[in-house]
């Protein structure tokens, strides 16, 4: 990622994922997305705390049978 003035910039990939998960909360996160994408979600993409936050609670869910 780089920045410019305080502004990430970012691939349209990257900015599509942080579109669909501003709107996803955290059990539909788990359901749809496994825990590797999860984490490198986290590692990469450049998203809001709030939203940072879901992905967090997501990976911090139990897995299902």
Same mark, same amino acid.
């Given at each position: 990622m *780089?920045?410019?003035?305080? +502004?990430v910039i970012v691939n349209p990939g990257q900015f599509l994922l942080a579109? =669909?998960?501003?709107?996803?909360?955290g059990g539909a996160m788990?359901? *749809?997305f496994g825990p590797? +994408?999860?984490k490198d979600v986290l590692e990469t993409?450049?998203?809001d705390? =709030?939203?940072?936050?879901r992905v967090?609670?997501?990976?911090?869910?139990?897995?299902g049978p």
């Open positions: *780089r920045h410019y003035r305080g +502004v579109l =669909e998960l501003y709107r996803v909360e788990a359901e *749809r590797e +994408v999860l993409a450049p998203l705390p =709030e939203t940072a936050g967090e609670k997501a990976l911090a869910l139990p897995k």
